[in-house]
Nanobody, 127 residues
Framework: QVQLVESGGGSVQAGDSLRLSCAAS????????MGWFRQAPGKDRNFVAA????????AYADSVKGRFTISRDNAKNTVYLQMNSLKPEDTAAYYC????????????????????WGQGTQVTVSS
C-alpha cells in the first residue's frame, strides 16, 4: 500500500517556476515507478512525466520536454516535479501516481498502469 500527498502548487505568472513534491508513505516507495499527470478543467487527465524506481530512466510528454524535470529521493520517499518557464496552458490539477515495478528502469505514461494516486495539487499560470 502506498499513500501519496502532493504539495507545492500555486498561482504564478507565465515564465515563473514551481516545484511540486509528492510524499509517499510506506516502505515500498523505492520499488515504485512514479508518474506525474495533470488535468485541466473540462479536459482529460494526461501524462506529464515519469521516473523509474532507480531514478535512472525518465520520460516526458512532448509539451513539457526541456521545461520540466522529474526527480526522486528514495531516502525521503519523495518525488519532485521541477517546472520552469511555465505557460498558461500548464494550468491544471497535478496528480502524483505510483506503481510497483520489477525493474529499476521501467517508466510508463499509461494511467491504467498506476495503482496509487494522490489527491492532486492545483497549478495556475496567468499570462
Amino acid at each position: 500500500q502506498v499513500q501519496l500527498v502532493e504539495s507545492g502548487g500555486g498561482s504564478v505568472q507565465a515564465g515563473d517556476s514551481l516545484r511540486l513534491s509528492c510524499a509517499a508513505s510506506g516502505h515500498a516507495f523505492s520499488s515504485c515507478t512514479m508518474g506525474w499527470f495533470r488535468q485541466a478543467p473540462g479536459k482529460d487527465r494526461n501524462f506529464v512525466a515519469a521516473i523509474s524506481w532507480s531514478g535512472g530512466s525518465t520520460a516526458y510528454a512532448d509539451s513539457v520536454k526541456g521545461r520540466f524535470t522529474i526527480s526522486r529521493d528514495n531516502a525521503k520517499n519523495t518525488v519532485y516535479l521541477q517546472m520552469n518557464s511555465l505557460k498558461p496552458e500548464d494550468t491544471a490539477a497535478y496528480y502524483c501516481a505510483a506503481r510497483y515495478s520489477y525493474t529499476g528502469t521501467y517508466v510508463s505514461s499509461l494511467q491504467h498502469e498506476y495503482r496509487y494516486w494522490g489527491q492532486g495539487t492545483q497549478v495556475t499560470v496567468s499570462s
